[in-house]
């Protein structure tokens, strides 16, 4: 992240941009300067995730470096590069954005890893001022615009290099734990077992059904930890996460709700302790697809990822372009984007700053 930030910060010094810096929760900024009255953002986050590709997140914030470098200054340009947005170390998204539009309360800064490390130690083991980041970092601007790989195979499945998105799903995030009786594999009998991960299995599959059930509804149970994991014992405990997505919330809340019912009901048959730990509950957000009217033969598309976006929505008229993602692939060193891709996002983001000011 160091080299990263270096790296942004020698671009933004080469091209005389003014007011380069490190806020104290870790994101990048780099400003230029406009003649015009208003002033846009254009970002995207930094951080990544374990095995990842080499364009979700970063190709947003080099797509508004290249904006700042080629456009002509009508508006004020702030780039901005978010830290944390994955959510991978604390298990919590969109910390270096919640920290620059919202600024980090006391609940975010004592989110732990799992190594026990806080958010503030974190912070302030990078030579950050952790306290300063409990105020909110973000100046007046008119709009935020965001570039982002699809991460889908939506663009590519429709032939088309670009798209803008008009929404945001919700989503939930939870821990699932579910708790039996560690035994002895050889002597526990079948029908005398408590073993958590079996009903940890089934309800797994509860939840695949209903999401299948649902249209545009999306449920992934993507970690699972059994303990004592060790071949010939029954397991003592499961603890799984859930991520659920849909571009509706009620939707998504009656699905939820169902999937706790079926973790009870699993948990009472199998005689095993069933606990659900709400970590995200983010709603759909809807973007702005006005700012992008003068694009209006762009197709529009729902985005079933989260993105900073949605949280500086909150503020401001944000708007996002989506990129196709050859093969559909992301979060997977095969991720890629096609050249002229990277030209069409250029060419939009060109026509909508150029007019902007
Ligand atoms: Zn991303």
């Given amino acids: 992240m160091r080299d990263c930030l270096a790296y942004f910060n020698a671009w933004a010094q080469r091209i005389g941009m003014q007011d380069i810096h490190i806020d104290a929760a870790g994101n990048f900024h780099a400003t230029r300067t406009g003649t015009g009255a208003k002033r846009l953002i254009v970002g995207s986050h930094l951080d990544t995730v374990p095995n990842a590709g080499a364009f979700d997140g970063v190709l947003g914030v080099v797509l508004g470096m290249m904006l700042a470098e080629t456009t002509a200054p009508a508006c004020a340009l702030e780039i901005v590069g978010f830290s944390e947005e994955e959510g991978v170390r604390f298990q919590r998204p969109f910390i270096g954005s919640t920290a620059f539009v919202h600024g980090l309360n006391e609940e975010f800064l004592s989110l732990a890893d799992s190594e026990g490390i806080t958010v503030r130690d974190a912070i302030t083991a990078f030579g950050l001022d952790a306290s300063a980041a409990c105020e909110p970092q973000m100046q007046a601007a008119d709009a935020y615009l965001e570039f982002h790989i699809e991460q889908g195979p939506v663009l590519e499945s429709l032939g088309l290099p670009i798209a803008i998105v008009d929404a945001i799903a919700g989503q939930t995030r939870a821990t699932i734990e579910f708790t039996g009786h560690a035994n002895h594999a050889g002597t526990t009998p079948m029908n005398l077992r408590h073993d958590a991960f079996c009903a940890a299995a089934e309800w797994a599959l509860v939840a695949e059904k209903t999401a299948r059930s649902e249209p545009g509804l999306v449920a992934t149970v993507g970690s699972v930890r059994v303990s004592p994991d060790a071949v010939n014992i029954v397991p003592g405990t499961a603890i799984l996460s859930l991520d659920l997505r849909h571009a509706q919330d009620d939707i998504r809340l009656n699905a939820f709700e169902k999937l706790l019912n079926a973790g009870r009901q699993i948990a009472a048959h199998r005689q095993v302790a069933f606990k659900a730990t709400l970590r995200v509950n983010q709603k759909a957000v809807p973007l702005n697809t006005e700012l992008l009217s003068a694009h209006a033969n762009l197709h529009r598309m729902t985005s079933g990822a989260g993105h900073d976006a ?26 890629n984007v096609l050249p002229e891709d990277v030209e069409a996002a250029l060419a939009a983001g060109r026509a909508f700053i150029e007019k902007f000011k």
């Fill in 310 to 335: 949605m949280i500086v929505a909150s503020r401001i008229p944000s708007a996002m372009i989506f990129l196709r993602s050859p093969g559909g692939i992301s979060h997977h060193p095969d991720e």
